[in-house]
């Protein structure tokens, strides 16, 4: 079991670290919060709390946010990345420069790896063959964990030992942790639910009602399943927190970045004007082409994907996208 006064890095200053910081903070971790960007930090240093992100929720006096990368894993006795896909295998580099042999790497990130189109835990292991590895995933909104709200997630490791360790740090009153070895799926459940999330966004955009977003939610699981069960992961993690869990809450509430971008997209918006708007990073756009291109890769059908897909990268109208889609030809609903 781990100790109060553990020393956690948490490696991300956004929105999600922050609230992730904040909660390892409250159950008497010693917490390090790093960001990249000093001015940023400086700020966070100065009002003790995040009011870009996370306005109102101040830091526990344990929480101690820094730019500097190497006095924040000193000595850590948990790692936990908490970055933009794009910025993981960059900030895994890092690390590597800093403690060559690691043997322990947790992350909360979601998304492929946008190079080559890999997985988190492909990234981890390529770059630190020896470590235990986990990941952090569920469905949680980051204002809602920091201000303490009820909350569940999933801790999954190929180590038993180190997935109870994490779900522990994180475990609590208000917070639940629960532990799997489904890594890969997972992982999968997390990352492709954003594409869903902007799918669902633009039908109720669009105006086509609870119906459609029922079914949209359904017919996404379906596919996200597929692929996911391709890729090695185990079928009942996505019918977990997750997978249906995570997909449920990003695809029916406007806390969701991906949901707001689905709408905005209805709406008649530009990507970038929408990006703006929004004001932060928006997984899915990303997700949409990565997961597109895995599923041809591996022959897997993932129409809802492939529509999202056209629509943010080939000027596909949304609403004769959404149309098509529920327009399908007619087939088993288990196919």
């Known amino acids: 079991m781990p100790t109060i006064d ?22 008497g971790q010693q917490v390090r919060l790093w960001g990249h960007m000093a001015d940023e930090i400086a700020v966070l240093k ?28 000193d000595a850590a006795d948990e790692i936990l990345v908490v970055v933009p896909s794009h910025a993981f295998t960059s900030v895994l580099q890092q690390l590597k420069t800093l403690i060559p042999g690691l043997r322990s ?3 909360a990130t979601k998304g492929l790896e946008p190079a080559h189109r890999r997985l988190m ?10 470590a235990d590895i986990a990941v952090i995933s569920g469905p949680t909104f980051a204002m809602e964990v920091a201000k303490g709200l009820p909350t569940a997630i999933t801790v999954a490791s190929s180590s038993l030992d180190h997935a109870r360790r994490l779900a ?40 086509f009602g609870a119906n459609a977003r029922a079914a949209l939610i359904t017919r996404g699981l379906a596919e996200i399943t597929r692929l996911g069960l391709a890729l090695g992961g185990k079928h ?69 994907t492939e529509h999202v897909y056209q629509i943010i990268y080939k000027g596909l ?13 007619q087939k088993p609903e288990q196919d």
């Open 6 to 27: 553990s020393k956690i890095a948490v490696l991300g200053a956004g929105s999600w670290g922050t609230a992730l910081g904040i909660l390892l903070a409250r159950h």
């Open 46 to 73: 100065r009002d003790r709390e995040n009011r870009h992100y996370l306005p109102g929720i101040p830091f526990p006096e344990n929480l101690l946010p820094t730019s500097d990368l190497a006095a924040s894993i």
């Open 121 to 130: 835990s492909e990234v981890a292991r390529e770059t630190f063959p020896e």
């Open 168 to 207: 522990d740090y994180l475990h609590g009153d208000t917070f639940r942790a629960y532990t799997s070895d489904d890594i890969i799926g997972v992982q999968i459940g997390g990352a492709a639910k954003n594409v869903m999330a902007i799918a669902a966004g633009m039908s109720d955009g669009l105006g």
């Open 105 to 107: 790497l947790s992350w």
């Open 236 to 304: 009942d993690t996505f019918m977990g927190l997750a997978g249906l869990g995570d997909l449920v809450l990003t695809c029916t509430d406007n806390q969701s970045r991906n949901r707001r971008m689905g709408l905005a997209l209805a709406d008649g918006h530009g990507i970038e004007e929408a990006r703006k708007r929004i004001g932060q990073e928006v997984e899915g756009l990303a997700a949409a082409r990565d997961f597109h291109l895995k599923a041809k890769e591996l022959g897997v059908e993932m129409p809802i």
């Open 317 to 329: 109208d949304p609403a004769a996208a959404v149309k098509a889609l529920l327009s399908r030809e």
